[in-house]
């Protein structure tokens, strides 16, 4: 039926006209625009191969001979790498950053898009699916933080997350001290650290519902991009008609900004996003709502934790030991990193070098905000300026 849509859907010119990097990859958009772009697969201690994309220089200033200070992005939950490049290069931090004169890397959490391989395990497997964000901290980040040094030959990096890429960072730089060294600051758009007051619904339901999600999914993977979800990005977002209805999902998940959002790039965001993950990582989200501490994940049982853990409860991360220079942007409109929780998370991170909460940004807003070069990303390179 959806084959049938399609082409009926095209001879008649109903689905308008739609922007092509919704049915590009990583690479294709980089290249769309005018600038090199890399591609590696990196493969993690536990096997999960990970889509690790460069771009190892801009459109301005672009000798690729000249030595650049490599900035490493990473995304957050439920979406993928190509967030850095979905909007236009004047408003998309990966080729803001490359015009700025940065070597500039993004990676990918196992489970996403781009990273849905293991060097034995299938994708089908319910092994390959039993991870959440405590894996993508202990083996993810060192993994395409570690090759990214060796392949550069330099010994620090700056880091940039979004959401879960803060969530997993604060977990790694303060238990893996050999990582956190690697890192010169590190830069938290909508830091998530608990969620105990988060008003997302997408938790709030991975909650009640976890025993229906687990029985139709088969405990493996959970929203991914799927040929039916680029259809319905790429198709109908692009449709004025329905337009609305996208945009009501997706401020019903992170927060209402309409002003600050680019309606003509609805089609990419949605034929990108939801870009995956696992169930276990969703249910181990939802075992925080009751918590205002970031702990691991709670195998079910002090047996089960007792073999993880070597106790019988999930331990819970102390950030107080990371002590990488760290700088922060919230929005007062963010339904999943609530104000609430920023201010429990300032609280104990122990080397806070800058803080600015913005009052009408939402979750979204720090990836695709109309303003977000003014109100965070010029700021972001100031304070690399002044770090170097």
């Not at 790429?234 to 680019?262: P, Q, T, V, W």
């Not at 965001?269 to 709502?289: A, I």
């Not at 409860?313 to 922060?328: K, Q, W």
């Not at 919230?330 to 609280?347: C, H, M, T, Y």
Request: hydrophobic share 40%; with cysteine.
């Amino acid at each position: 039926m959806i084959y049938f849509i399609l082409i009926v859907g095209s001879i008649y010119g109903v689905f308008g006209q739609q922007n092509p990097e919704a049915n590009m990859n990583i690479s294709q958009i980089i290249s769309y625009w005018g600038y090199p772009d890399e591609e590696y697969n990196i493969v993690t201690e536990d096997g999960y191969v990970l889509g690790l994309y460069r771009i190892p220089y801009g459109k301005i200033n672009s000798s690729s001979s000249a030595r650049r200070l490599v900035v490493y992005l990473q995304h957050g939950l439920l979406t993928s790498a190509t967030t850095w490049v979905s909007n236009l290069p004047n408003n998309s931090l990966g080729f803001i950053l490359a015009d700025a004169g940065y070597d500039v890397w993004m990676g990918n959490s196992r489970g996403s898009t781009w990273s849905r391989k293991h060097v034995h395990l299938k994708a089908d497997s319910q092994e390959f699916w039993a991870f959440s964000f405590d894996e993508m901290a202990k083996y993810d980040l060192p993994a395409s933080i570690d090759f990214i040094v060796k392949q550069t030959g330099q010994k620090e990096i700056f880091y940039i997350g979004h959401s879960q890429g803060t969530t997993i960072a604060f977990i790694a730089f303060s238990t893996i001290p050999k990582i956190a060294e690697k890192i010169k600051v590190f830069f938290a758009l909508a830091p998530v650290y608990s969620v105990k007051h988060t008003k997302c619904p997408l938790i709030k339901m991975a909650y009640k519902l976890k025993s229906i999600i687990k029985a139709f999914s088969g405990n493996k993977d959970f929203l991914p991009k799927t040929s039916f979800n680029n259809f319905i990005g790429s198709k109908f977002c692009s449709l004025h008609s329905f337009d609305k209805i996208c945009l009501h999902a997706l401020f019903m998940m992170f927060g209402y900004d309409r002003e600050n959002l680019n309606m003509s790039r609805l089609d990419i965001y949605f034929s990108h996003n939801p870009s995956g993950t696992s169930v276990q990582n969703m249910v181990h989200w939802s075992q925080l709502l009751d918590s205002t501490d970031l702990k691991a994940f709670d195998w079910g049982s002090p047996q089960l934790n007792l073999v993880h853990f070597n106790q019988t409860t999930s331990p819970v991360y102390n950030i107080a030991n990371m002590n990488v220079p760290t700088a922060t942007w919230n929005g007062e409109r963010d339904l999943l990193a609530d104000p609430e929780d920023v201010k429990i998370l300032q609280s104990k991170i122990t080397n806070l070098i800058y803080h600015k909460t913005i009052s009408y940004y939402n979750h979204i807003d720090f990836l695709f905000g109309l303003d977000v070069y003014h109100q965070v990303y010029h700021e972001i390179i100031d304070i690399i300026q002044d770090n170097l």
